[in-house]
């Protein structure tokens, strides 16, 4: 085994690990846990032992359980060497050990043996760095707003910075402000207003843009290549350049607050980047299965509906995830055109509620989890979609 590899890997991977347990003593700071002594070099040192033995145990046992054997050995040793600390704080190190041990499961003795493997080992775990480094900085204020909203206006007003949650409360104590936010507010109203837009705004989006893109990726027309380059031209002008004569013209055809006019906006919106993302996608698709329906006496109109959706099933699940995303995030355009409370979508709701001078600032905070909480979810569950939808289409074949 080459030495120089070795101890590269072993001093940044050990201060990568080193890293993430910082991050989990500054969250556990947050929740209250008073650390006196950091001990950084004892725990530096425990690091390099566990990506040590990691290295030394290699294949000798099945990854599974290496991992668990090393993360509780970690656990163990990490509780020996420091100050007491509770029950929670160990769980988090041993699933912190666990992820860590996980992601260096491709580093063995062979490996290290390999041309060019310091390089890959730095740039591997500069990457990790930045991974970390940015999901924190993004997440922290998510943490914030979360931890807020179950606070009370007492703890809020005797320590602003203490971000720790009580749960010896009751639940009705510690969910106070999301019944409050449902009962007093009316957030009911509100996410079913954002689902009705959003969904519409789907369900039109992708009337219009499926066929459209079709059109652009298969027939042949006049100013087609005009049309296929510059279909996104409307994302060169900012949004507040189009409020102001939307606003006019809305306010004479009688569409303002009504969720009819944001769905004509939205709609106007997305479909060119939903119609740019499904020509790619249609494009393709081989010609020859076209051919083949036409053949067997589809028209155009059945080869779209029986052949092409089918077959662009992760495009069109990845369009619509994108066109909901912006749907029920979106905030400009219902600043300007809702004014009636009863037609506020959730995003317009928040900024309703943070003009009011004595809305409670937990409330905001559950409203802001409200908003956020679903789309987190959506997103998460489709992301494979989405993904999938986006890079599908950039080979053809």
Not at 83 to 112: A, C, H, M, Q, V
Not at 265 to 279: E, H, R
Not at 281 to 296: H, R, T, V, W
Not at 365 to 381: D, H, W
Request: proline residues 4%.
């Amino acid at each position: 085994m080459k030495y120089k590899p070795l101890i590269i890997f072993l001093t940044i991977s050990s201060v990568f690990f080193l890293s993430i347990i910082s991050i989990w003593k500054i969250m556990a700071t947050l929740q209250g846990l008073n650390l006196q002594n950091l001990n950084i070099n004892q725990n530096f040192l425990l690091c390099i032992l566990t990506t040590f033995l990691f290295i030394f145990i290699g294949n000798k046992l099945d990854h599974l359980i290496k991992i668990i054997i090393l993360s509780t050995l970690f656990t163990a040793l990490y509780y020996y060497l420091n100050e007491p600390t509770p029950l929670w704080f160990y769980f988090g190190l041993f699933l912190i050990t666990l992820f860590f041990t996980s992601r260096i499961r491709k580093y063995n003795k062979d490996f290290l043996k390999e041309d060019y493997v310091t390089e890959k080992i730095i740039f591997d775990f500069i990457s990790l760095f930045g991974i970390i480094f940015f999901a924190f900085v993004i997440l922290f204020p998510f943490y914030i707003m979360f931890v807020t909203s179950f606070k009370t206006q007492i703890a809020l007003l005797v320590n602003p910075l203490d971000f720790s949650i009580d749960f010896k409360n009751n639940l009705y104590d510690v969910f106070k402000s999301y019944f409050v936010i449902f009962k007093t507010y009316n957030f009911g109203r509100y996410i079913l207003t954002s689902s009705f837009v959003s969904i519409g705004t789907v369900i039109i989006t992708l009337i219009f843009a499926i066929p459209a893109a079709y059109a652009v990726a298969r027939l042949n027309f006049f100013g087609k290549t005009f049309l296929s380059t510059s279909i996104l031209i409307i994302y060169m002008f900012p949004a507040i350049v189009l409020v102001i004569p939307l606003y006019t013209v809305f306010s004479q055809l009688g569409l303002r607050n009504s969720v009819e006019g944001l769905l004509i906006v939205y709609t106007a919106t997305t479909l060119p980047v939903a119609i740019y993302m499904l020509q790619g996608y249609f494009k393709s698709i081989p010609k020859e299965i076209e051919d083949a329906g036409l053949m067997d006496g589809q028209n155009w109109f059945g080869i779209i509906l029986k052949i092409i959706i089918p077959l662009s099933l992760p495009a069109i699940a990845s369009v619509a995830l994108y066109v909901f995303m912006i749907a029920w995030n979106e905030f400009l355009f219902s600043l300007m055109f809702l004014d009636n409370p009863k037609s506020f979508t959730l995003s317009r709701a928040i900024n309703h509620l943070t003009g009011d001078a004595e809305t409670p600032r937990q409330y905001l905070m559950a409203g802001s989890v409200v908003v956020t909480l679903p789309i987190l979810l959506i997103f998460v569950y489709f992301e494979k979609y989405l993904v999938s939808g986006l890079t599908a289409g950039s080979v053809k074949g």
